[in-house]
C-alpha cells in the first residue's frame, strides 16, 4: 500500500478547507490556523460567489466582466481557468448541498459592481462566507486543525525545498506546506478583513525565497460602516446591486455621472467616497428604498442596528477600507510556488486571474477553484520526502514601527492615493524590503507587516502610473511601458519583468 503524503495547510478560511477537503482521503491533512474558524476573512464575506451558472448567463460573459475590471492586467489563460472551472465546482458545491439562496426552487442571483448581469450566488442573504466556511468545515472530518497556534517559520532543506513549519510551540515536519493565510488588510487604518490579516503568509514566502508580485495593487472597498471615526465592517455592494445610493450629507449622490453609478469597479467609487471626505463630507449608502432590507441582508441590519442605524430607514454612515490584495506570491495554475513543495492558494497566492482590480465576488470563486486545483493535482502527483536536513538561515534583529503608526503611515501615503513625496517618506522610514528578506523579530506579526508594507510601498512607488486600484495623484492613467509588466520581488531582489500573454481568440458559450 501506498504511503500517504503529509500536507500542511496555513490558514483556515475558504481556500484552505476546500483544499483539505480534497486531500484529506488521500493525505494526512493537518490544518493551523493563527485564531479560530470565525477570525477569518472568508468567515466576513458577506458579498457572494461569482459563478455563470445563471441560464441567461455566459463564461464569455464573466471572462470579459473580470477582464475588463482588472484592466486585462491578468494572464488570459488563468482567468479562463477561473471562470470555467468555477463553473462547474460552484455547480458541484451546489449539489453536494451548500444552502444557497433560492427562488421557487432556483438560485437567485445578486448583480455587483462591474458585472454586465445578476451571477452572484448568495446564501444567507449576506451571510455567504460563514455559511460557506461551516458547510466546507463540516465536511473535513479527516482533517487535523491546530487553531490559535501561529506558524513563525517555513522549514526548509539543504536542496532548498519546503519541509514544514514552525510555530510557536513546535516544529512540524510534512512532505508539502501549502499556504492559505489570506491577504494584509490589517497593513491599513480601516479594513474590511478580520484583525490578524497582516501578511504573515506573504512574509513566511517571501523569506523563504518565493517570488512576490503585483503588491502595489490593493483593493480598498467603498463602503464599510463609519462610526465614531472608525470602520467597524463591511457594507455589502450587494446592497448596492439591489438598489442603494451613495449619497453625501448635502442628499447628493457622488457617481451618477457613471455610466455604471454606484455599481462602477471599486477602484472609482472609494476614490469618489475619498474626494468627498476631503472635501469635508460625509458618505452614506442609502439602501431605504430596497424592498425587505433587514430581511434580505441580516447581516448588515444587524451590525447597523448594533451601532443604533436603522437601515430600513437611515442612510449608512461608509467609509472606504483595506479590503483586498489583488498581488500576492507567484503560482502555476495549480498553486506550486518557486519553492519546492510549497503551494499556495486564495488571497495570498498570485495567479494572475484579479489584474489590478479584483472583479467583484471573484475572491471566493478563486478560493473553491484554486483549492481544488491544487488539491487535484497533490493527490495525484505527491511524493515522499527523504531529506529532512533543516538548514537555518542567518537573521538580523530590525527595529520596527508600532503597528498603529504603521497602519496610519500606510493609510496616509499608501492608501487608495498615492503619490511620489509621500511613498518616498514612507520607504525612507521602513526597513528596506533588501533588510527584511534577512530579518527577525519577536512580534512575528509586526515583522510580517513591516515586510509586506515595505513590498507594497516600494511597488507602488515604482510603478509610476496609474492602473486600476494603484492610483498615483503624480501620474496619469496607464503608460505603455508598464503595459504586461510586473514588479517581482525574490531573495531581496526587485525586477521589472515584461510577460506578455497574447490574449485568446478563442470565444466561450
Known sequence: MKQHATILIIGCGIAALQTAKHLQHVAHVHIFAKGTLQETSSYRAQGGIAAAIAPDDTVQLHIDDTLQAGLHHQQHAAVERLVIDGKDIMKQLIEDGLPIDTLHGQPLFGLEGAHSTKRIVHAGGDATGRITTQFLYAQCTQVQFHFNEMVTNLLLNDARECIGIQTEHEDYYADYVVLATGGAGDLYRFTSNCDGAVGDGLALAYQSGAVLTDMEFIQFHPTLLYEQGRASSLVSEALRGAGATLINDKGERIVDWHPLKELAPRHITAHAIHEQYAQ????????????????????????????????????????????????????????????????????????????????????????????????????????????????????????????????????????????ADGLHTLRATLPTYAALYHATANDKALLAMHITAALVVDAAATRDETRGAHIRTDYGAGKDFWKHRYIMYQNGQKEVRLIHESTKTKTYA
Not at 329 to 346: H, K, M, S, W, Y
Not at 356 to 365: D, E, F, H, T
Open 280 to 419: 469635508g463630507r460625509t458618505v452614506f449608502l442609502d439602501a431605504t428604498a430596497i424592498h425587505h432590507v433587514t430581511q434580505r441582508f441580516p447581516t448588515v441590519a444587524q451590525n447597523c442596528a448594533q451601532t443604533g442605524i436603522d437601515i430600513a430607514t437611515m442612510p449608512i454612515p461608509v467609509v472606504p477600507g483595506s479590503h483586498f490584495l489583488m498581488g500576492g506570491v507567484v503560482t502555476n495554475d495549480v498553486g506550486e510556488t518557486a519553492v519546492p513543495r510549497l503551494f499556495a492558494v486564495g488571497e495570498v497566492a498570485w495567479t494572475g486571474v484579479h489584474g489590478a482590480n479584483r472583479l467583484a465576488s471573484n475572491s471566493l470563486l478563486e478560493c473553491i477553484t484554486f483549492g481544488k486545483r491544487c488539491a487535484t493535482y497533490l493527490a495525484a502527483n505527491a511524493q515522499l520526502q527523504t531529506n529532512w536536513s533543516v538548514v537555518t538561515p542567518t537573521r538580523n534583529q530590525v527595529e520596527l514601527l508600532p503597528k498603529e503608526q504603521l497602519q496610519q503611515l500606510m493609510m496616509q501615503h499608501a492608501g487608495i492615493l498615492r503619490h
